[in-house]
């Protein structure tokens, strides 16, 4: 499995960004595709996620409202749709997949690939 995140750049606070994970190589039927982020000096985080079979999603307390996470079964691309931005925001972002076993896939997958990592800054 290989996953490609991109749409990662610099941005002003209350600003948007959208980023893509692409994935290819996934044979579930039932997958998870998650978002997390990582700061420096930070644990990383779990923000979101979507599952494949039925769109569920999930969002941390601390993106919710602001992000939207959505995902293109076709081309088993996930979209991150931030908006509203704030410099705590700013990490390292990496998706991961896996098979889901149950809701929300952020706890219940048992996520087993990971991209690169794409980095989101936000000045203030």
């Known amino acids: 499995v290989q996953l490609v995140e991109s749409g990662g750049g610099l941005v002003q606070a209350g600003g948007s960004l959208r980023l893509s994970c692409a994935a290819s190589?996934?044979?579930?039927?039932?997958?998870?595709i998650a978002w997390f982020r990582q700061a420096p000096g930070k644990e990383r985080e779990g923000i979101s996620s979507?599952?494949?079979?039925?769109?569920?999603?999930y969002y941390a307390d601390a993106v919710k409202g602001r992000f939207t996470i959505t995902i293109d079964v076709y081309t088993k691309t996930v979209y991150l749709q931030m908006n509203n931005l704030q410099p705590e925001d700013t990490a390292v972002y990496y998706c991961?997949?896996?098979?889901?076993?149950?809701?929300?896939?952020?706890?219940?997958?048992?996520?087993?690939?990971w991209g690169q990592g794409t980095q989101v800054t936000v000045s203030s």
């Open positions: 190589g996934l044979t579930y039927d039932d997958y998870a």
């Open positions: 991961e997949a896996g098979v889901r076993l149950a809701s929300p896939a952020m706890a219940f997958a048992l996520f087993d690939s």
């Open positions: 979507i599952s494949s079979a039925d769109g569920s999603a």
